[in-house]
Protein backbone atom coordinates (compact mmCIF):
# COMPACT_ATOMS: atom_id res chain seq x y z
CA UNK A 1 0.00 0.00 0.00
CA UNK A 2 1.63 3.37 -0.38
CA UNK A 3 2.25 5.68 1.91
CA UNK A 4 -0.48 8.40 0.77
CA UNK A 5 -3.81 7.17 -1.33
CA UNK A 6 -3.96 9.07 -4.47
CA UNK A 7 -6.97 10.88 -5.34
CA UNK A 8 -9.91 8.95 -7.12
CA UNK A 9 -9.83 8.80 -10.81
CA UNK A 10 -13.74 10.14 -11.57
CA UNK A 11 -12.44 10.40 -15.48
CA UNK A 12 -11.77 6.80 -17.12
CA UNK A 13 -13.01 5.36 -20.33
CA UNK A 14 -13.28 1.35 -21.10
CA UNK A 15 -13.88 -0.87 -24.30
CA UNK A 16 -18.01 0.87 -24.06
CA UNK A 17 -16.52 4.10 -25.11
CA UNK A 18 -16.48 4.40 -29.06
CA UNK A 19 -12.95 5.70 -28.91
CA UNK A 20 -11.03 3.16 -27.19
CA UNK A 21 -8.88 0.86 -28.75
CA UNK A 22 -7.86 -3.00 -28.32
CA UNK A 23 -6.29 -2.47 -25.08
CA UNK A 24 -9.59 -0.89 -23.44
CA UNK A 25 -10.59 -3.07 -20.52
CA UNK A 26 -12.62 -1.82 -17.36
CA UNK A 27 -11.25 -4.78 -15.34
CA UNK A 28 -7.49 -4.30 -16.28
CA UNK A 29 -8.12 -0.54 -15.52
CA UNK A 30 -9.48 -1.53 -11.96
CA UNK A 31 -6.43 -3.57 -11.42
CA UNK A 32 -4.33 -0.72 -12.27
CA UNK A 33 -6.54 1.54 -9.63
CA UNK A 34 -5.23 -0.71 -7.50
CA UNK A 35 -1.58 -1.17 -7.81
CA UNK A 36 -1.55 2.47 -7.53
CA UNK A 37 -3.51 2.68 -4.70
CA UNK A 38 -5.78 5.11 -6.41
CA UNK A 39 -9.09 4.49 -4.08
CA UNK A 40 -12.00 4.84 -6.88
CA UNK A 41 -12.39 4.58 -10.26
CA UNK A 42 -15.44 5.77 -12.30
CA UNK A 43 -16.06 4.87 -15.70
CA UNK A 44 -17.25 8.10 -17.41
CA UNK A 45 -18.02 6.76 -21.38
CA UNK A 46 -18.06 8.72 -23.79
CA UNK A 47 -22.43 9.76 -24.51
CA UNK A 48 -22.19 11.80 -28.13
CA UNK A 49 -25.18 12.06 -30.29
CA UNK A 50 -24.88 11.91 -34.28
CA UNK A 51 -29.12 12.24 -34.52
CA UNK A 52 -31.17 14.86 -32.96
CA UNK A 53 -33.75 13.61 -30.59
CA UNK A 54 -36.90 15.10 -28.83
CA UNK A 55 -35.71 17.76 -26.24
CA UNK A 56 -32.52 18.81 -28.06
CA UNK A 57 -32.09 22.12 -29.08
CA UNK A 58 -30.73 21.27 -32.39
CA UNK A 59 -28.45 23.99 -34.17
CA UNK A 60 -30.62 23.73 -37.44
CA UNK A 61 -33.50 21.73 -37.85
CA UNK A 62 -33.81 18.41 -40.16
CA UNK A 63 -29.56 18.65 -40.43
CA UNK A 64 -27.61 16.06 -38.98
CA UNK A 65 -25.53 17.64 -35.40
CA UNK A 66 -22.05 16.24 -36.86
CA UNK A 67 -20.71 13.81 -39.32
CA UNK A 68 -21.11 10.29 -37.89
CA UNK A 69 -17.79 9.54 -38.54
CA UNK A 70 -17.00 6.42 -35.92
CA UNK A 71 -19.59 7.62 -32.82
CA UNK A 72 -21.39 4.85 -31.34
CA UNK A 73 -23.68 4.43 -28.48
CA UNK A 74 -23.07 2.83 -25.04
CA UNK A 75 -24.21 -0.47 -24.50
CA UNK A 76 -25.58 0.04 -21.34
CA UNK A 77 -26.86 -2.82 -19.95
CA UNK A 78 -23.56 -4.80 -20.97
CA UNK A 79 -21.78 -1.95 -19.67
CA UNK A 80 -23.90 -1.73 -16.09
CA UNK A 81 -22.87 -5.72 -15.82
CA UNK A 82 -19.54 -5.10 -16.57
CA UNK A 83 -19.23 -2.31 -13.27
CA UNK A 84 -21.07 -5.40 -11.08
CA UNK A 85 -18.03 -7.53 -11.98
CA UNK A 86 -15.49 -5.36 -11.17
CA UNK A 87 -17.43 -4.25 -7.90
CA UNK A 88 -17.44 -7.86 -7.48
CA UNK A 89 -14.06 -8.77 -8.50
CA UNK A 90 -12.27 -5.42 -6.83
CA UNK A 91 -13.92 -5.73 -3.25
CA UNK A 92 -11.57 -2.39 -1.91
CA UNK A 93 -12.22 -0.41 -4.73
CA UNK A 94 -14.89 2.08 -5.51
CA UNK A 95 -16.34 1.20 -8.62
CA UNK A 96 -18.89 3.96 -9.58
CA UNK A 97 -20.66 4.53 -13.15
CA UNK A 98 -20.79 7.44 -15.10
CA UNK A 99 -20.81 8.98 -17.99
CA UNK A 100 -18.87 11.87 -20.72
CA UNK A 101 -21.60 13.57 -22.19
CA UNK A 102 -20.33 15.80 -25.14
CA UNK A 103 -22.19 19.09 -25.52
CA UNK A 104 -25.04 18.31 -22.88
CA UNK A 105 -26.89 21.96 -23.55
CA UNK A 106 -27.76 20.92 -26.99
CA UNK A 107 -28.66 17.30 -26.18
CA UNK A 108 -30.71 17.52 -22.93
CA UNK A 109 -33.15 14.99 -24.62
CA UNK A 110 -31.05 12.72 -25.94
CA UNK A 111 -28.74 12.34 -22.41
CA UNK A 112 -31.57 12.28 -20.67
CA UNK A 113 -32.54 8.59 -22.06
CA UNK A 114 -29.80 7.45 -21.27
CA UNK A 115 -29.33 8.39 -17.82
CA UNK A 116 -32.78 6.84 -17.65
CA UNK A 117 -31.37 3.47 -18.03
CA UNK A 118 -29.44 3.00 -15.15
CA UNK A 119 -27.44 4.65 -12.08
CA UNK A 120 -24.90 6.92 -13.24
CA UNK A 121 -22.89 8.80 -10.21
CA UNK A 122 -20.45 10.92 -12.25
CA UNK A 123 -21.94 13.06 -15.13
CA UNK A 124 -18.96 14.74 -16.74
CA UNK A 125 -20.14 17.75 -19.23
CA UNK A 126 -17.74 18.07 -21.83
CA UNK A 127 -17.25 20.50 -24.93
CA UNK A 128 -15.28 19.08 -27.46
CA UNK A 129 -16.75 20.76 -30.14
CA UNK A 130 -17.27 24.42 -31.82
CA UNK A 131 -19.65 25.30 -34.61
CA UNK A 132 -18.83 25.20 -37.99
CA UNK A 133 -21.69 25.57 -41.24
CA UNK A 134 -23.74 24.16 -39.04
CA UNK A 135 -22.38 20.85 -37.86
CA UNK A 136 -20.03 20.25 -34.51
CA UNK A 137 -16.87 19.90 -35.63
CA UNK A 138 -13.35 18.59 -33.28
CA UNK A 139 -12.14 21.71 -31.77
CA UNK A 140 -8.70 20.42 -32.36
CA UNK A 141 -9.19 20.12 -36.52
CA UNK A 142 -10.73 24.11 -35.88
CA UNK A 143 -7.28 24.75 -34.25
CA UNK A 144 -5.15 23.87 -36.73
CA UNK A 145 -7.68 25.75 -39.63
CA UNK A 146 -7.86 29.06 -38.10
CA UNK A 147 -6.38 31.74 -35.41
CA UNK A 148 -5.85 29.50 -32.69
CA UNK A 149 -6.49 32.33 -29.88
CA UNK A 150 -9.53 33.13 -31.70
CA UNK A 151 -10.88 29.94 -31.51
CA UNK A 152 -10.60 29.35 -27.68
CA UNK A 153 -11.99 32.23 -26.71
CA UNK A 154 -14.88 31.29 -29.18
CA UNK A 155 -14.47 28.02 -27.52
CA UNK A 156 -14.86 29.61 -23.79
CA UNK A 157 -17.59 31.09 -25.24
CA UNK A 158 -19.39 28.07 -25.99
CA UNK A 159 -18.24 26.36 -22.71
CA UNK A 160 -19.99 29.59 -20.78
CA UNK A 161 -22.92 28.24 -22.76
CA UNK A 162 -23.01 25.11 -22.07
CA UNK A 163 -22.65 25.76 -17.81
CA UNK A 164 -25.36 27.82 -18.15
CA UNK A 165 -27.70 25.83 -20.24
CA UNK A 166 -27.37 22.23 -18.99
CA UNK A 167 -28.08 21.42 -15.39
CA UNK A 168 -27.57 17.55 -16.22
CA UNK A 169 -23.86 17.50 -15.75
CA UNK A 170 -22.15 17.89 -12.28
CA UNK A 171 -18.38 17.79 -12.92
CA UNK A 172 -17.01 19.84 -16.01
CA UNK A 173 -14.65 18.04 -17.51
CA UNK A 174 -11.33 19.56 -18.86
CA UNK A 175 -12.05 22.97 -18.97
CA UNK A 176 -9.68 24.02 -21.41
CA UNK A 177 -10.02 20.95 -23.81
CA UNK A 178 -8.20 22.59 -26.98
CA UNK A 179 -4.61 23.07 -25.01
CA UNK A 180 -4.23 19.97 -26.26
CA UNK A 181 -4.06 20.49 -29.63
CA UNK A 182 -2.40 23.85 -29.04
CA UNK A 183 -0.62 23.91 -32.31
CA UNK A 184 1.76 27.15 -32.13
CA UNK A 185 5.06 26.32 -30.82
CA UNK A 186 6.64 29.35 -30.84
CA UNK A 187 3.84 31.36 -29.03
CA UNK A 188 3.05 28.47 -26.47
CA UNK A 189 -0.55 28.35 -24.85
CA UNK A 190 -0.94 30.53 -21.68
CA UNK A 191 -3.60 30.61 -18.99
CA UNK A 192 -3.47 34.03 -18.61
CA UNK A 193 -4.32 34.77 -21.82
CA UNK A 194 -7.35 33.78 -21.10
CA UNK A 195 -7.76 34.56 -17.35
CA UNK A 196 -11.59 36.33 -18.18
CA UNK A 197 -12.96 33.47 -19.74
CA UNK A 198 -11.66 31.11 -17.58
CA UNK A 199 -13.20 32.96 -14.65
CA UNK A 200 -16.18 33.58 -16.46
CA UNK A 201 -16.82 30.08 -16.79
CA UNK A 202 -15.92 29.15 -13.32
CA UNK A 203 -18.44 31.77 -11.81
CA UNK A 204 -21.42 30.35 -13.65
CA UNK A 205 -20.21 26.37 -12.50
CA UNK A 206 -19.34 27.53 -9.02
CA UNK A 207 -22.50 29.43 -8.66
CA UNK A 208 -24.80 25.84 -9.55
CA UNK A 209 -22.22 24.38 -6.72
CA UNK A 210 -20.30 22.19 -9.76
CA UNK A 211 -17.20 20.77 -9.55
CA UNK A 212 -14.20 21.52 -11.70
CA UNK A 213 -11.96 18.19 -13.09
CA UNK A 214 -8.32 18.88 -13.10
CA UNK A 215 -7.67 16.61 -16.15
CA UNK A 216 -4.21 14.87 -16.22
CA UNK A 217 -4.40 13.74 -19.90
CA UNK A 218 -4.42 17.73 -21.07
CA UNK A 219 -1.23 19.80 -19.56
CA UNK A 220 -1.42 20.09 -16.05
CA UNK A 221 -3.18 22.92 -14.84
CA UNK A 222 -1.01 25.51 -12.67
CA UNK A 223 -1.73 26.44 -9.11
CA UNK A 224 -2.23 29.89 -10.55
CA UNK A 225 -5.87 28.41 -12.76
CA UNK A 226 -7.30 26.18 -9.98
CA UNK A 227 -6.83 29.43 -7.52
CA UNK A 228 -8.79 31.76 -10.21
CA UNK A 229 -11.63 28.00 -8.78
CA UNK A 230 -11.50 28.81 -5.82
CA UNK A 231 -11.36 32.76 -5.86
CA UNK A 232 -14.79 32.15 -8.24
CA UNK A 233 -16.35 30.39 -5.19
CA UNK A 234 -15.68 26.75 -6.62
CA UNK A 235 -15.40 24.21 -3.05
CA UNK A 236 -15.21 20.64 -5.15
CA UNK A 237 -12.23 19.41 -7.39
CA UNK A 238 -12.53 16.30 -9.55
CA UNK A 239 -9.56 14.44 -10.81
CA UNK A 240 -9.54 12.75 -13.83
CA UNK A 241 -7.01 10.77 -15.69
CA UNK A 242 -8.99 10.53 -18.67
CA UNK A 243 -7.58 7.26 -19.68
CA UNK A 244 -8.34 5.22 -22.76
CA UNK A 245 -6.19 2.41 -22.36
CA UNK A 246 -5.76 0.77 -18.51
CA UNK A 247 -2.35 2.48 -18.00
CA UNK A 248 -3.30 5.84 -18.38
CA UNK A 249 -5.53 5.72 -15.32
CA UNK A 250 -4.13 7.36 -12.40
CA UNK A 251 -1.40 9.30 -14.45
CA UNK A 252 0.24 12.19 -13.11
CA UNK A 253 -1.83 12.29 -9.77
CA UNK A 254 0.68 12.75 -7.17
CA UNK A 255 1.32 16.01 -9.39
CA UNK A 256 -1.92 17.22 -9.58
CA UNK A 257 -2.94 16.59 -6.51
CA UNK A 258 0.51 18.76 -5.23
CA UNK A 259 -1.22 21.57 -7.59
CA UNK A 260 -4.39 21.22 -6.18
CA UNK A 261 -3.46 21.02 -2.42
CA UNK A 262 -1.12 24.34 -3.11
CA UNK A 263 -4.39 25.82 -4.49
CA UNK A 264 -6.21 25.07 -0.82
CA UNK A 265 -8.26 22.30 -1.33
CA UNK A 266 -8.02 18.69 0.43
CA UNK A 267 -8.71 15.12 0.42
CA UNK A 268 -12.65 14.65 2.28
CA UNK A 269 -12.98 12.57 4.86
CA UNK A 270 -14.22 9.50 2.14
CA UNK A 271 -10.50 9.08 0.34
CA UNK A 272 -12.50 8.38 -2.82
CA UNK A 273 -14.67 11.25 -3.07
CA UNK A 274 -13.74 15.03 -4.03
CA UNK A 275 -10.95 17.12 -2.67
CA UNK A 276 -12.66 20.12 -0.91
CA UNK A 277 -11.93 23.52 0.36
ZN1 LIG B 1 -13.45 14.55 -23.19
ZN1 LIG C 1 -12.86 11.53 -21.56
Not at 26 to 45: H, I, K, N
Request: glycine share 8%.
Amino acid sequence: MPAALLPADDHVHSEFSWDTGPHASMRDACARAVELGVPAVAFTEHVDFTRWSPGDVPLVHDQRPRDPGWYQPVDVQAYLESIEACRDEFRGLTVRAGIETGEPHLFAGSVERVLAQGPFERVLGSLHSVVRHDELVGVGRVLRAEHPHEVVREYFGELLEMVRGSAVFEVLAHCDFPRRYWPDKRNLYRENDFEDEYRAVFAALAASDRVLEVNTASPLASVRLVRWWRESGGRRVSFGSDAHVPWNVGQHFAQARDVVEAAGFRAGRDPGDFFRV
